[in-house]
């Protein structure tokens, strides 16, 4: 079945040093969807961003990632790290095939320390 | 005004009691989910339903029953409470189907003593 795979549990930044977390994916499907949702203390998780379009960046407040269908692999990235991105995030995938199942990585804290 | 309604936000139970979380939704969206999140597996899919038919089912456990009385609730009936169901319990909807956005209520924090 679909996975997704988020390498680091934990991530740990000063303010002002760039972001990067990792999100690849496993799919026997050759037009995936996939997202980043954040979720702070104490809140429900909500869109950051998505995409479904081979190589293309897709950003959102100060955030970017890029779906890689060759490696698989839709990082997320951001220049420089806020205290206000301390946040679990979390890389999902729906197959893309209109079906109703949305598969979610494990998550990665991200606690940006002044 | 909240848009996902979820009740109640803290529930306390006995282990091998029933109860019944309940989830509105006022998007106009046609899909609902059911997810999970616990320290021990960060965020789970439950269930998945549109039009209120089921759609999908990721719980291996019959104890977990959801129930759609409309288009715009869907609730979740646990029964044989265990510990371990202890979690925060999410509904969501999106517009269509699972390419879309998923919208997130606040959450029902399940606790089972």
């Known amino acids: 079945g679909d996975s997704v795979t988020q390498t680091e549990g934990l991530v740990t930044l000063t303010e002002g040093l760039p972001v990067m977390l990792n999100c690849t994916y496993q799919t026997i499907y050759s037009n995936p969807f996939l997202f980043w949702y954040v979720q702070h203390l104490n809140e429900s998780p909500r869109l950051l961003l998505k995409s479904f379009t081979d190589n293309k960046r897709t950003e959102h407040q100060g955030f970017h990632a890029t779906l890689h269908k060759s490696s698989s692999s839709f990082h997320l990235q951001k220049s420089s790290a806020q205290l206000s991105d301390s946040a679990l995030y979390y890389c999902?995938?729906?197959?893309?095939?209109?079906?109703?199942?949305?598969?979610f990585g494990s998550g990665t804290r991200l606690l940006v320390s002044p | 005004d909240p848009k996902i309604i979820q009740k109640p936000k803290y529930l306390v139970a006995v282990t091998g009691s029933e109860k019944i979380l309940i989830c509105e939704q006022y998007?106009?969206?046609?899909?609902m989910y059911w997810y999970r999140q616990s320290a021990k597996k960060p965020l789970e899919f439950m269930f998945s339903?549109?039009?209120?038919?089921?759609?999908d089912n990721q719980t291996a456990s019959s104890r977990f029953q959801p129930q759609s009385s409309k288009k715009n609730h869907l609730d979740l009936q646990i029964t044989a409470l265990k510990p371990d169901d202890s979690a925060t319990y999410f509904c969501?909807?999106?517009?269509?189907?699972?390419?879309?956005?998923?919208?997130f209520g606040p959450g029902t924090r399940l606790l089972v003593l």
């Open positions: 339903y549109s039009y209120q038919k089921l759609m």
């Open positions: 999902a995938l729906s197959d893309g095939t209109g079906g109703y199942k949305v598969v």
């Open positions: 969501a909807s999106s517009p269509r189907d699972s390419q879309d956005t998923q919208y």
């Open positions: 998007l106009g969206h046609n899909a």
